[in-house]
């Protein structure tokens, strides 16, 4: 969320960056500028009231000292205090309504992200890896799963309907092998803290990282006694959790972190739920785009002017783990028109799936500047300063595991129908090298 003041004193510059996502500052803005003239004008008028009420007070107590009659200037008095709660009335409904504007406004970009509509405006930052050339035509994974035995959609479908899957055996496996990697690779190589959070929130901590009010057809809400409402976010109702972020960003929620303790780094591996409205007919194919799907998740809580520079190691965090594993992939610089709601800036890593001849994404990596800190009320305590302020909260895939799962599938096939087993893995399997048909 961003700040009433700096909305107030910079609305064209908040304007101008509403453009540049795509956006029209009319429909998001709405009727912001009259809401909050006649907020402050009701606290004006609830000031001066004040100060006529704090002298009649006066006029009372001299009047009845002096024995003289008081009612006339008493019912003066119940007068003023009944407008004055009118007003506060009216200025608190204001602000409401000043909030419900500020909860829809996305985070503004930043200036490094390049100007863009869509995906195809994104700026290719760097390549790393050489697209294996196969002597053979290489197929997409779904066709390799199930020749091998490891991949079901059609029993994952008798379950649960579309878009989920069930793994068998080796492809269980090596989903655990991928998990047991990542984890073991972000805490010992790079620093960070192991968590394991619940993989249910509430509706508090969902508008804390900004997917509530905006994205709640994109959730998997709970049926709770009490329906959710836009507007009210409590801590007693349930949604599954689209992502690691969401649970692991609100363990600080409400609190003062120590400044000698940031950057402070998470990471943690959790099942991921979404229900993801709006892809119809997208990525039918497969096991792309699920419902649910398991991810790692490295997030971090740093001092505003280090963030960008724990993007970057975030960022390269993840991609550790391709390389580790072997995979082709791109980093892109995503647009202004591309970037999620609650983003300054974002980095996605694309890896190269030769069955698909394409470039799929994998990770996203972003540093939201203070944005969810504010919805959160995650702050710290400046050594040089004595009040505290919001930190800048930062994230990113590394990564998700499904979408690894694969582009091995699909990196390491061979002309016999069987998968190499990436030797950064074979550890993880038990020593096993090869997948081989049954």
Same mark, same amino acid.
């Given at each position: 969320?961003?700040?009433?003041?700096?909305?107030?004193?910079?609305?064209?510059?908040?304007?101008?960056?509403?453009?540049?996502?795509?956006?029209?500052?009319?429909?998001?803005?709405?009727?912001?500028?009259?809401?909050?003239?006649?907020?402050?004008?009701?606290?004006?008028?609830?000031?001066?009231?004040?100060?006529?009420?704090?002298?009649?007070?006066?006029?009372?107590?001299?009047?009845?000292?002096?024995?003289?009659?008081?009612?006339?200037?008493?019912?003066?008095?119940?007068?003023?205090?009944?407008?004055?709660?009118?007003?506060?009335?009216?200025? %608190?409904?204001?602000?409401?309504?000043?909030?419900?504007?500020?909860?829809?406004?996305?985070?503004?970009?930043?200036?490094?992200?390049?100007?863009?509509?869509?995906?195809?405006? %994104?700026?290719?930052?760097?390549?790393?890896?050489?697209?294996?050339?196969?002597?053979?035509?290489?197929?997409?994974?779904?066709?390799?799963?199930?020749?091998?035995?490891?991949?079901?959609?059609?029993?994952?479908?008798?379950?649960?309907?579309?878009?989920?899957?069930?793994?068998?055996?080796?492809?269980?496996?090596?989903?655990?092998?991928?998990?047991?990697?990542?984890?073991?690779?972000?805490?010992?190589?790079?620093?960070?803290?192991?968590?394991?959070?619940?993989?249910?929130? %509430?509706?508090?901590?969902?508008?804390?990282?900004?997917?509530?009010?905006?994205?709640?057809?994109?959730?998997?809400?709970?049926?709770?006694?009490?329906?959710?409402?836009?507007?009210?976010?409590?801590?007693?109702?349930?949604?599954?959790?689209?992502?690691?972020?969401?649970?692991?960003?609100?363990?600080?929620?409400?609190?003062?972190?120590?400044?000698?303790?940031?950057?402070?780094?998470?990471?943690?591996?959790?099942?991921?739920?979404?229900?993801?409205?709006?892809?119809?007919?997208?990525?039918?194919? =497969?096991?792309?785009?699920?419902?649910?799907?398991?991810?790692?998740?490295?997030?971090?809580?740093?001092?505003?002017?280090?963030?960008?520079?724990?993007?970057?190691?975030?960022?390269?965090?993840?991609?550790?783990?391709?390389?580790?594993?072997?995979?082709?992939?791109?980093?892109?610089?995503?647009?202004?028109?591309?970037?999620?709601?609650?983003?300054?800036?974002?980095?996605?890593?694309?890896?190269?799936?030769?069955?698909?001849?394409?470039?799929?994404?994998?990770?996203?990596?972003? %540093?939201?500047?203070?944005?969810?800190?504010?919805?959160?009320?995650?702050?710290?305590?400046?050594?040089?300063?004595?009040?505290?302020?919001?930190?800048?909260?930062?994230?990113?895939?590394?990564?998700?595991?499904?979408?690894?799962?694969?582009?091995?599938?699909?990196?390491?096939?061979?002309?016999? =129908?069987?998968?190499?087993?990436?030797?950064?893995?074979?550890?993880?399997?038990?020593?096993?090298?090869?997948?081989?048909?049954?």
């Amino acid at each position: 969320m961003l700040d009433l003041a700096f909305v107030r004193a910079n609305l064209p510059l908040v304007e101008e960056k509403l453009r540049a996502r795509g956006q029209d500052p009319a429909v998001v803005l709405s009727d912001f500028l009259a809401i909050d003239a006649n907020r402050r004008e009701r606290i004006t008028e609830v000031e001066q009231l004040k100060a006529q009420r704090n002298k009649l007070s006066e006029e009372v107590a001299r009047l009845k000292k002096s024995g003289q009659d008081a009612t006339a200037v008493m019912e003066e008095t119940r007068t003023l205090k009944q407008k004055m709660e009118a007003l506060d009335a009216a200025a %608190n409904e204001a602000e409401g309504q000043l909030r419900a504007i500020l909860a829809r406004i996305p985070n503004l970009p930043h200036d490094s992200a390049p100007i863009g509509k869509s995906e195809h405006d %994104n700026f290719e930052v760097k390549r790393w890896g050489a697209p294996q050339e196969f002597d053979f035509q290489p197929r997409p994974h779904w066709e390799i799963g199930e020749s091998l035995g490891i991949l079901d959609l059609a029993r994952a479908a008798k379950l649960s309907g579309a878009r989920f899957a069930v793994y068998w055996a080796e492809g269980a496996r090596l989903e655990r092998a991928l998990i047991n990697f990542m984890l073991d690779t972000h805490t010992r190589d790079h620093g960070y803290t192991e968590v394991l959070p619940p993989f249910m929130v %509430n509706s508090k901590s969902l508008f804390g990282t900004g997917q509530l009010p905006k994205f709640g057809e994109d959730l998997f809400r709970c049926v709770d006694e009490e329906g959710y409402k836009e507007g009210e976010y409590r801590e007693n109702d349930h949604w599954l959790i689209p992502t690691a972020e969401v649970p692991v960003t609100n363990l600080y929620r409400d609190e003062t972190l120590d400044e000698a303790k940031l950057p402070t780094s998470l990471t943690a591996y959790t099942p991921c739920f979404r229900s993801e409205a709006g892809s119809y007919g997208k990525d039918v194919r =497969g096991i792309i785009r699920q419902h649910q799907f398991q991810k790692v998740e490295l997030v971090k809580f740093a001092k505003p002017e280090e963030s960008y520079d724990e993007l970057e190691k975030l960022t390269a965090h993840a991609e550790a783990i391709l390389e580790k594993l072997g995979l082709p992939y791109r980093r892109m610089l995503l647009c202004t028109g591309d970037m999620g709601f609650s983003s300054a800036k974002t980095y996605d890593l694309e890896v190269w799936l030769p069955g698909q001849n394409l470039y799929r994404e994998i990770s996203s990596c972003s %540093n939201f500047e203070a944005f969810q800190a504010r919805r959160a009320n995650i702050r710290y305590r400046p050594q040089a300063k004595g009040k505290t302020e919001f930190l800048h909260t930062l994230n990113g895939s590394a990564l998700a595991t499904g979408r690894t799962w694969l582009a091995i599938l699909e990196n390491y096939q061979q002309a016999d =129908g069987s998968v190499r087993v990436p030797e950064a893995l074979v550890p993880y399997m038990g020593g096993q090298t090869v997948i081989a048909p049954k």
